[in-house]
T-cell receptor
Framework: DAGVTQSPTHLIKTRGQHVTLRCSPI?????VSWYQQVLGQGPQFIFQ???????GRGNFPDRFSARQFPNYSSELNVNALLLGDSALYLC??????????????FGEGSWLTVV | TQLLEQSPQFLSIQEGENLTVYCNSS?????LQWYRQEPGEGPVLLVT?????EVKKLKRLTFQFGDARKDSSLHITAAQPGDTGLYLC???????????FGQGTILTVHP
């Protein structure tokens, strides 16, 4: 079975541009979450979607937005890119986020470099 | 806001040595996960612990969840170069699967 898949794997953008990152969860998983990982740090939570509704949002500016589609795939959008947005963006999926011990599986991430 | 503190931040050891990584917080967690991440890849789940006092073993790795569910440790016996990587602890609350990560421990095992 395929794991969490993300695209693109690497991309370079210029300051002020917009970027869209895509994620397909593990088959059967209805929960998708997004994390930002700056080099040398642990991932920071950005968004969580369950059953196509936003269920949680981390401490990120309104330039960051996301959505989940009927097939449970998801997009993360970032507008007006800043140099500080350069990071590894991780998508994770899980089966049932309301259950204690729910296991969260990560994709390999999308490396975004803003120049 | 839940805060996880991992220690040490860096660990450089020789092959065959033992090591322990700690993950501590003042908050109580419903579950705690340990991940290993290699450069350029996403975190890979090693274990999930749910019950206070729980001990889980995965080959040479031993994971322990504190009795009060506020802390955890990862012990590696006879480390090998293939163990090299970033080890992350992450706590899951009940808020729809949001994970709070520690800052990570970078482990380097020299042959």
């Amino acid at each position: 079975d395929a794991g969490v898949t993300q695209s693109p794997t690497h991309l370079i953008k210029t300051r002020g541009q917009h970027v869209t990152l895509r994620c397909s969860p593990i088959s059967g998983h209805k929960s998708v979450s997004w994390y930002q990982q700056v080099l040398g740090q642990g991932p920071q939570f950005i968004f969580q979607y369950y059953e196509k509704e936003e269920r949680g949002r981390g401490n990120f500016p309104d330039r960051f937005s996301a959505r989940q589609f009927p097939n449970y795939s998801s997009e993360l959008n970032v507008n007006a890119l800043l140099l500080g947005d350069s990071a590894l963006y991780l998508c994770a999926s899980s089966l049932d986020p309301l259950v204690a011990g729910n296991t969260i599986y990560f994709g390999e991430g999308s490396w975004l470099t803003v120049v | 806001t839940q805060l996880l503190e991992q220690s040490p931040q860096f660990l450089s050891i020789q092959e065959g040595e033992n090591l322990t990584v700690y993950c501590n917080s003042s908050s109580v967690f419903s579950s705690l996960q340990w991940y290993r991440q290699e450069p350029g890849e996403g975190p890979v789940l090693l274990v999930t612990v749910v019950t206070g006092g729980e001990v889980k073993k995965l080959k040479r790795l031993t994971f322990q969840f504190g009795d009060a569910r506020k802390d955890s440790s990862l012990h590696i016996t006879a480390a090998q170069p293939g163990d090299t990587g970033l080890y992350l602890c992450a706590a899951g609350g009940t808020s729809y699967g949001k994970l709070t990560f520690g800052q990570g421990t970078i482990l380097t095992v020299h042959p």
